[in-house]
């Protein structure tokens, strides 16, 4: 008897770790979907919960309304609004700050994407050739505007001419292996 109850000892304890790692495993299962349901990312990576965002939005809001000059309130509302998928709030504050900057590429490739979130394809190539004529490194507005052609114009002669020119510009990025990624898939298709 001794030795039976050992076993059943033992088997109790073996079934009850089970349970435990099925029932743990559920729930930490569930923990991990509720916590990225409640996060918003952002451009820089960082996680967001969106309460918080929306009252970085809100003291932003506030502070350009007191100092519509102030080029990086202006710029980091315009993240922030892009960054909460608000596309035409987004394009509303890189405009106020390209009144400040007009030359900053950076707001002109974001307002770029905006306005193709927006489906406005031919502003969107507006800012992005805009922005790589003011400087010709910049190889995001390069890429954004293949993209464009690509993907929503389907333009297949002018995108791969645009990933190409960008590949001769550099090899190494990791722009540079999407562009040669999209450039395998444009030969791909018909």
């Known amino acids: 008897m001794n030795k039976e109850t050992t076993i059943v000892g033992v088997a109790a304890l073996i079934i009850?770790?089970?349970i435990g790692i099925m029932v743990g495993g559920k729930f930490m299962a569930g923990s991990k979907a509720s916590t990225s349901q409640a996060t918003v990312q952002q451009g820089s990576g960082a996680m967001v919960n969106p309460?918080?965002?929306?009252?970085?939005?809100?003291?932003?809001?506030?502070?350009?309304?007191?100092?519509p000059k102030n080029l990086q309130a202006w710029i980091t509302l315009g993240n922030d609004y892009f960054d909460s998928n608000q596309a035409q709030k987004a394009v509303q504050a890189y405009n106020k700050a390209l009144e400040l900057d007009p030359k900053n590429v950076n707001v002109l490739t974001d307002q770029g994407v905006?306005?193709?979130?927006?489906?406005?394809?031919d502003r969107a190539l507006n800012n992005f050739e805009k922005a790589n004529k003011l400087?010709?490194?910049h190889l995001q507005s390069l890429f954004n505007t293949g993209i464009v052609?690509?993907?929503?114009?389907?333009q297949t002669a002018k995108a791969k001419a645009t990933f190409e020119a960008l590949l001769q510009k550099d090899q190494t990025s990791d722009l540079a292996r999407q562009a040669r990624e999209m450039l395998q898939q444009l030969s791909t298709t018909k």
Request: aromatic share 14%; net charge neutral.
């Open 16 to 18: 009850g770790f089970l």
């Open 51 to 67: 309460g918080q965002a929306s009252a970085r939005i809100a003291e932003l809001e506030q502070l350009v309304a007191k100092d």
């Open 114 to 121: 905006m306005f193709r979130a927006l489906g406005f394809y």
């Open 135 to 137: 400087d010709p490194k």
């Open 149 to 154: 052609y690509a993907v929503d114009l389907k």
